[in-house]
């Protein structure tokens, strides 16, 4: 397991990509649903293996599985169509709204899990200085994953305010009032490290010349392997095998 865990976790930052767009683009391509509802559960599987199920399962189905129900009951209700399976005043299901919800709903949630997926198994500073490698401007990759880890950042500075509250005695559990009452004090002195952090980063740029017009080096090395080779030759036959069937058989 474990040598499968580093297999995963150490392959190249684009075959990484390359893999969640494979992910992402066969739903779309082959017909019906359930592959594309067999796909979250082969990132599960993924998310197992790499060590990630706490973080994949607390996105996908705390917060992706929440909007794809939405979407499903809505598509469910108001998809016109003749064949009416259960009705209640204005409201009725119908079986084209389900079988339109189910085409839907199946291909959101399996690109939304191949997204979640590829963030969870990649670094951000393997993604960005894979990018410089094939010739992005690095101040293009430093907003990229500036962009990718605020919310991370934000979040941890949250809960080391929150901390600091209840060792004040300020009571930051329990029903939603008292949460609530807890967190909007909590948004000033955020939003205040925020713009110190943001400071504290621009001297940092500057002190590493990043604004100089040579050319960049980094201590940060990546290497294509043999596995991402074979990973990427997996994918290519698979991908061509799946239009061919597709569009010709």
């Not at 909007?67 to 209640?88: E, R």
């Not at 002195?189 to 980094?218: N, V, Y």
């Amino acid at each position: 397991m474990k040598k499968l865990r580093s297999f995963i976790l150490n392959l190249y930052p684009t075959t990484k990509f390359f893999f969640a767009v494979f992910l992402m683009i066969t739903p779309l391509l082959l017909p019906g649903y359930i592959y594309s509802y067999l796909a979250p559960v082969l990132c599960l599987i993924i998310a197992m293996v790499a060590g990630k199920t706490k973080l994949y399962v607390d996105i996908v189905f705390k917060g992706l599985i929440s909007i794809v129900v939405m979407i499903f009951l809505l598509q469910s209700f108001f998809y016109p169509g003749d064949t009416i399976l259960w009705s209640w005043s204005i409201f009725s299901i119908k079986q084209e709204g389900i079988d339109f919800s189910l085409q839907l709903t199946s291909k959101i949630l399996a690109v939304g899990s191949a997204i979640v997926l590829f963030f969870q198994i990649t670094k951000i500073n393997d993604l960005s200085r894979s990018l410089e490698i094939l010739g992005v401007s690095p101040k293009a990759t430093y907003v990229l994953s500036s962009a990718l880890n605020i919310i991370p950042e934000m979040r941890l500075h949250l809960l080391r305010i929150m901390d600091a509250q209840r060792t004040r005695g300020v009571e930051t559990e329990g029903n939603l009032s008292i949460r609530m009452k807890a967190f909007i004090p909590a948004l000033t002195p955020l939003i205040l490290s925020s713009f110190s952090s943001t400071d504290e980063k621009a001297i940092t740029l500057e002190s590493r010349a990043f604004t100089a017009r040579t050319k960049k080096t980094s201590l940060h090395k990546l290497e294509k392997t043999k596995s991402d080779n074979l990973v990427r030759a997996i994918l290519l036959i698979v991908f061509v095998s799946i239009l061919i069937w597709r569009f010709f058989l």
